[in-house]
């Protein structure tokens, strides 16, 4: 048999037999209902994200806190706080005050890293924008939460930031230092380039680096105890898959605490990261930031953007123990290092989240890239980052069949479409509650009370199973599932089936319309190299999935793709895959025929 197909076999009796070890507990209780508070072994802090840098300068030194392969720069703890300080003190001097908004536009460059932690040195608010946007994205985002200074690079591939701002905000060339005035843009004052050149209107990085004196750099430590932990330390854009993005506001209490708690799951104590993922999104600035600060490990950026061979270089060069990125770079870094084979060491842990995670994926993971680990992660922008991760010891099955354990400190529960719990072990929306709470988004308050109730229950959207031992898992996204002919079927669990397909590299499925039964199931299917598209069809799929997969959920259209559309942050945009399939569907219905 085919190794891939017996990967299937294995793949279902595992996920029957594990999930049903899972459910034990649930069953023989059958009165219990989804409502589960996991208060954990250690206590929540109250500390700023400046006092736990201070903190981590204290207790690790001269300890590396950040390399940056690409721009051949590292910093230690001791040396980051130095620097953060200097860049709070110049935020002060171009007449930030407390609480007002700092954007950060770019890939993954130290200026990036930098202007966070000097931000929240400076009881500033950091915004984290994506380094994609182009110029009426950007120019959304910097008024829906009033940015006053923004930092970027000066150019990134084709991407030319200084130039988009200026195209928006053409005020920005006549303007003095920290003394920009715009109609279109009333609270942006100061723009900041990381660049060699003197740019009109705009301050160099380096020169705003320099830019406080020493006095004016010592008066930071001096206002820390003046900056709550309650107080609001960063705002993230939702990632935008279909709309505009909302923006979720997080606080001081939020970042730190969610940081000692996804380290003390990861063991991260000491250990070197490999951080694939942007650092403007929820997994870099938290599961990887925040995390490796409170904890002492070494982020390690490979590229500005994500490039799997320079992923693989940096594990090797700086011997990284740990590895970050989401489920479609696995699948690139996977697929890269069987064509390069670089010799890579043992890997202590991957550490992936963002979306949902295949077995086939996972057991990639492990074998090819030599990983000991898989460590699952799950939560959302509005939930700061983590409400559910793997334990450490987690055995294969429960990381197979599993987001993971719920975080310390958070209570959950699942509902059904009255709001009333469900019993263990069934299917509804998950709801959370607990430290990780975003404040609301800002500016928005309807959008705010329709995710976070009165009683600060906030709801995921997504639809779940929880165990009455504490793990979860993830049936689909509400607004994902479609109904078939009255079915309801959830695309993962055929996402699943196909990423296994000996001749798949990755999968995923939309609804599409369909007169007779309402909605069909379509799936987009990236293929091995080597395998023609012309031979993976509805009809060959059909034959294969007999037996291992309920008819109505066998695709009726499958569709080969070279390349799927997603955000920087590594999310599939399946609403430009239901455009694709609009743009085709009458040549692609009469094919059916």
């Known amino acids: 048999m085919n190794s891939k197909l017996q990967t299937i076999s294995r793949y279902m009796l595992r996920q029957k037999c594990a999930f049903n070890s899972m459910r034990s507990i649930s069953t023989s209780m059958p009165s219990l209902i989804s409502h589960k508070h996991h208060i954990g072994k250690d206590p929540l802090v109250y500390r700023t994200i400046g006092q736990q840098l201070e903190l981590s300068a204290s207790n690790f030194g001269d300890v590396e806190a950040i390399v940056s392969c690409h721009e051949g720069k590292r910093y230690s703890f001791k040396s980051l706080l130095q620097e953060a300080d200097a860049l709070a003190a110049g935020f002060r001097k171009l007449g930030l005050q407390p609480g007002d908004a700092v954007g950060l536009w770019a890939p993954n460059y130290l200026h990036w890293y930098l202007g966070m932690m000097g931000a929240a040195r400076a009881g500033l608010t950091s915004v984290g924008l994506n380094p994609a946007y182009q110029g009426p994205e950007i120019a959304y985002c910097l008024n829906k939460v009033n940015v006053k200074a923004i930092i970027a690079p000066e150019t990134f591939k084709t991407?030319?930031?200084?130039?988009?701002?200026?195209?928006?905000?053409?005020?920005?060339?006549?303007?003095?230092?920290?003394?920009?005035?715009?109609?279109?843009?009333?609270?942006?004052?100061?723009?900041?380039?990381?660049?060699?050149?003197?740019?009109?209107g705009a301050l160099r990085f380096d020169?705003?680096?320099?830019?406080?004196?020493?006095?004016?750099?010592?008066?930071?430590?001096?206002?820390?105890?003046?900056?709550?932990?309650?107080?609001?330390?960063?705002?993230?854009?939702?990632?935008?898959?279909?709309?505009?993005?909302?923006?979720?506001?997080?606080t001081h209490h939020n970042f730190v605490n969610n940081g000692i708690h996804v380290g003390n799951r990861n063991e991260l104590e000491g250990e070197r990261i490999c951080v694939q993922v942007p650092m403007f999104h929820a997994f870099g600035v938290i599961i990887s930031i925040m995390a490796a600060l409170t904890k002492g490990a070494t982020m390690v950026l490979p590229a500005a953007g994500f490039s799997p061979k320079d992923s693989l270089q940096a594990i090797v060069n700086e011997k990284c123990s740990v590895i970050h990125g989401t489920p479609t770079m696995y699948v690139d870094l996977v697929n890269t290092q069987k064509k390069l084979q670089v010799p890579l060491g043992r890997i202590k842990k991957a550490v992936t989240g963002g979306a949902i995670v295949?077995?086939?994926?996972?057991?990639?993971?492990?074998?090819?890239?030599?990983?000991?680990?898989?460590?699952?992660?799950?939560?959302?922008?509005?939930?700061?980052?983590?409400?559910?991760?793997?334990?450490?010891?987690?055995?294969?099955?429960?990381?197979?069949?599993?987001?993971?354990?719920?975080?310390?400190?958070?209570?959950?529960?699942?509902?059904?479409?009255?709001g009333r719990c469900v019993p263990f072990g069934q299917p509804g929306e998950l709801c959370v509650r607990g430290y990780t709470t975003m404040l609301g988004y800002h500016d928005d308050e309807e959008k705010t009370k329709e995710t976070i109730g009165n009683d600060r229950w906030l709801r995921t959207g997504d639809q779940f199973v929880l165990e009455a031992n504490g793990y979860g898992r993830i049936v689909g996204r509400l607004k994902e599932m479609l109904i078939r002919g009255g079915e309801n079927i959830f695309p993962k669990e055929i996402e699943d089936f196909l990423n296994a397909h000996p001749q798949v590299i990755e999968a995923h499925v939309i609804g599409v319309p369909d007169e007779r039964l309402g909605e069909e199931v379509c799936a987009y299917v990236r293929l091995e190299e080597g395998v023609d598209p012309a031979s993976f069809t509805a009809e060959t799929l059909k034959a294969y999935a007999k037996g291992k997969l309920a008819h109505f959920k066998v695709p009726r259209y499958v569709i080969p793709i070279d390349a799927f559309p997603k955000t920087t942050s590594g999310k599939i945009q399946k609403f430009k895959l239901v455009e694709a399939f609009k743009a085709k569907e009458t040549e692609l219905k009469a094919a059916r025929l």
Do not use: W
């Not at 010592?218 to 932990?229: D, G, H, T, Y």
């Not at 309650?230 to 997080?250: D, H, R, V, Y």
């Not at 793997?390 to 209570?411: A, C, K, R, Y």
């Open 159 to 200: 991407q030319n930031y200084y130039e988009i701002l200026r195209d928006i905000c053409p005020e920005i060339s006549d303007a003095d230092t920290g003394k920009i005035r715009s109609e279109k843009f009333p609270h942006l004052r100061s723009v900041i380039i990381d660049s060699n050149d003197s740019l009109k």
């Open 358 to 418: 295949s077995p086939q994926l996972i057991k990639d993971v492990r074998q090819v890239l030599n990983v000991e680990a898989v460590h699952s992660v799950y939560g959302l922008t509005e939930t700061t980052a983590v409400i559910f991760q793997s334990l450490p010891g987690d055995s294969s099955d429960v990381v197979l069949n599993s987001v993971g354990h719920l975080t310390d400190h958070i209570e959950a529960k699942v509902v059904d479409a009255e």
């Open 207 to 250: 020169d705003f680096l320099d830019l406080a004196s020493k006095s004016e750099r010592e008066e930071v430590a001096k206002m820390q105890k003046s900056i709550l932990p309650e107080s609001a330390c960063n705002i993230q854009f939702t990632s935008g898959t279909t709309g505009n993005p909302k923006a979720a506001c997080l």
